[in-house]
């Protein structure tokens, strides 16, 4: 096709074990879920498709990297050359909250954007579905500004909920890191909320 763009980006997906970074994945990739995924040893793959537009493919390697303690050494090589990150938690699990700040800062300590800045990262609220949160919305408003994620969102992988809509904002992010011109197509601020109700997703092109 003539004036065709096709882009690959590589997206890291990090957090503790347990938070539903492989349901996540394979949700997106797959629109499928089980609840009994085995805990991911090392890292997995997984490829996503995404007819941005219509002169527009977007690729997206998604990098799914295990949560346990022993994995984290081999972090640099797993994140080598990635376009952006979603960092997740569960809500009911206040340790996985915390751990985020961990993760954040392995991730801002060994990738960068070739102008030396930090990656695009989502913060992901997993399992809103789940009740009591460990936390409120304004501690984790608070910490996604105090740590530089590009913004934060609640989802339900098993409810499918905001799981298209969280990807397609850090697609947008990664396309305007690749082309700082275009500048109007940038979403929310620094770290701040993501209403993803008010999203139109009539650009959102599937497999």
Not at 30 to 37: A, E, L
Not at 47 to 68: F, H, N, P, Y
Not at 79 to 88: L, T
């Amino acid at each position: 096709m003539v004036g065709h763009h096709d882009h690959m980006f590589k997206v890291l997906i990090i957090g503790d074990a347990t938070v539903g970074k492989t349901s996540l994945v394979q949700r997106y990739a797959n629109d499928s879920f089980n609840k009994h995924y085995k805990s991911t040893v090392g890292v997995d793959f997984a490829l996503k498709v995404v007819q941005w537009s219509e002169s527009e493919t977007v690729r997206l390697q998604l990098w799914d990297i295990a949560g346990q303690e022993r994995f984290t050494s081999m972090t640099r090589l797993y994140y080598k050359e990635a376009a952006a990150c979603v960092v997740m938690f569960d809500v009911t699990n206040f340790s996985t909250f915390t751990s985020c700040q961990k993760w954040k800062q392995d991730l801002d300590s060994k990738v960068k954007l070739q102008d030396g800045s930090p990656v695009p990262c989502l913060l992901l609220a997993n399992k809103s579905d789940l009740y009591p949160w460990a936390m409120t919305r304004e501690e984790i408003d608070q910490f996604s500004k105090e740590n530089g994620f590009t913004g934060w969102t609640e989802t339900s992988v098993k409810e499918n909920k905001n799981v298209n809509e969280s990807m397609r904002v850090l697609i947008e992010k990664m396309m305007v890191a690749t082309w700082p011109g275009d500048k109007d197509m940038s979403v929310s601020g620094h770290g701040d909320y993501i209403n993803l109700k008010d999203e139109s997703t009539s650009n959102w092109g599937c497999c």
